[in-house]
């Protein structure tokens, strides 16, 4: 719980005029989870994106176990990071045309280069964790948002990632849905995964996260951990996002 | 009423020619099935290259977006002229290979393949467009869900960008061959006796155009079902659509 896995040093990103982020640092540690929270437009969704490089930053530095990944405004390492980090997004982002177990498979076989025995039997192993083992030759199109979201998770499971980015997973899912996808997340956290979760569910990143991260205007405005900046924030942005989001 | 009849429906004429219509058409046939193939083939390969991403391969994309607008924007009839005359005149003047320049592969005459190449360059770039709708209309998240599992660009965009937008462009690619089918005909310019050239030659022997009817009529046959195919397709489509899946 102590070894640096991920260190981000004055990470900025703009969209033309507009600057997104403004300089971000921060430390993730192996084990750790991490919950970033924030107003929408705070720039957590692109810090996250920015960590795998979905979004190319313009500044700043990534270093993935001591190994510099971005630097000088461009990536160093592309392939051991994304293969190092595994995202799940708001979306789902299922393949349509594929089964679930071709789902988890895939990348498995043309970036792992696995055989498809063992791409196979790691999906079922990974379905099954996430209770989807009886829906494994199902299409998207037949699972709910809640099952597809679970399929995701599994998808970037397969890949063996040191680290995983949820992008606001529950978000785009019926509140009914939300809990079992929930749970899968707390028992990776269990599990020892190290995690950064962008997230709404302020009583999930009070349970489960190590640390919180509370973002405004594109820097990281305060964190720390959960008790402290969810139940007794020093800054004044901070108490006035959480008196929006907590009172109801 | 009568002469207005026998001018286009000579059943006579029609009769003595059937056998020689059969043969006509067969060239249409294959015209039609071998540069179709290949123009589905080349079309692709353009639209993948005008999506290459990155700013070295830019030059790459521009070269691609510059041959689709040159070909969307000529003739097919000229570019016709152009492969066999150019080609042709090429060949006799010993700078490029008589093979290549007045090519009868597997036994089949030159002005087929002249027609074969000017009809697949063409309509390469109609059917690149199609695909770059296609590739386009794949949501962003797709390519982003499959970098992030490590695939590189080319993984992601065969295994997961192409099969998706292959199966949303079948009905306006096959609308695409429907009107490749019939500008086939353009090739009689050349001298291959498909449907429209026998047409003529019968009309020039008989001053009588039935056989041109006649060629119609084959044409007819198989483009009608292709049209039924696609408003078919792109009704269940819709259908599916309205299910709500993608």
């Known amino acids: ?248 | 009423m009568g002469e207005f009849f026998n001018t286009f429906f000579d059943f006579q004429i029609m009769g003595d020619n059937l056998g020689d219509a059969f043969t006509a058409f067969w060239w249409t046939i294959k015209l039609s099935l071998i540069s179709g193939a290949l123009a589905l083939v080349w079309g692709l390969i353009l639209a993948v290259l005008r999506q290459l991403p990155g700013r070295p391969l830019a030059p790459i994309r521009w070269l691609t977006i510059a041959y689709i607008d040159a070909f969307r924007g000529i003739p097919l009839l000229l570019v016709i002229l152009l492969t066999s005359g150019g080609l042709g005149t090429l060949a006799s003047q010993d700078v490029i290979p008589r093979d290549l320049g007045i090519p009868q592969w597997f036994g089949l005459p030159d002005p087929f393949w002249y027609g074969v190449i000017a009809i697949t360059i063409t309509y390469g770039a109609y059917m690149a467009e199609v695909y770059r709708a296609g590739i386009e209309a794949v949501p962003r998240g797709q390519m982003e869900a499959a970098r992030s599992l490590g695939m590189s660009h080319g993984q992601a965009m065969r295994n997961i960008i192409v099969p998706q937008a292959i199966r949303k462009v079948i009905p306006p690619l096959l609308n695409d061959f429907i009107a490749l089918m019939k500008d086939t005909a353009l090739v009689s310019v050349l001298g291959l006796v498909e449907m429209v050239q026998l047409g003529s030659d019968v009309y020039s022997e008989t001053y009588n155009p039935s056989v041109y009817v006649l060629g119609a009529a084959f044409f007819l046959v198989v483009t009608i079902p292709l049209a039924r195919l696609v408003d078919w397709m792109i009704k269940r489509q819709e259908q599916k659509f309205q299910r709500g899946i993608p």
């Open chain 1, 1 to 248: 719980m102590s070894e640096v896995i991920l260190k981000v040093a004055g990470l900025t990103k703009s969209y033309g005029k507009l600057d997104v982020l403004t300089g971000i640092d921060f430390e993730l540690k192996k084990g750790e989870v991490v919950c970033v929270i924030g107003p929408s437009g705070s720039g957590k969704s692109t810090m996250l994106r920015c960590l795998n490089l979905l979004e190319s930053p313009d500044g700043g530095r990534i270093e993935l176990e001591g190994r510099e990944v971005f630097g000088e405004g461009k990536p160093k390492d592309l392939d051991a990071l994304r293969r190092e980090l595994g995202m799940v997004f708001q979306q789902f982002n299922l393949f349509p045309h594929m089964s679930a177990r071709e789902n988890v498979t895939i990348a498995q076989r043309k970036v792992r280069g696995r055989d498809k025995a063992a791409a196979d039997e790691r999906a079922m192993d990974l379905l099954t964790k996430v209770g989807l083992a009886d829906k494994i030759d199902e299409y998207p199109d037949r699972l709910s948002g809640g099952q597809q979201q679970r399929v995701a998770i599994a998808r970037a499971l397969a890949m063996d990632p040191q680290i995983m980015l949820f992008d606001e997973v529950t978000s785009a899912l019926d509140p009914e849905l939300v809990k079992g996808v929930l749970d899968v997340l707390r028992g990776l956290a269990d599990m020892g995964m190290t995690m950064v979760c962008v997230t709404h569910e302020m009583n999930f990143a009070r349970d489960v996260a190590d640390r919180v991260i509370f973002m405004d205007g594109g820097v990281i405005v305060e964190q720390g951990k959960p008790a402290d900046v969810l139940g007794n924030p020093q800054q004044e942005r901070t108490q006035q996002f959480l008196g929006l989001v907590l009172d109801h």
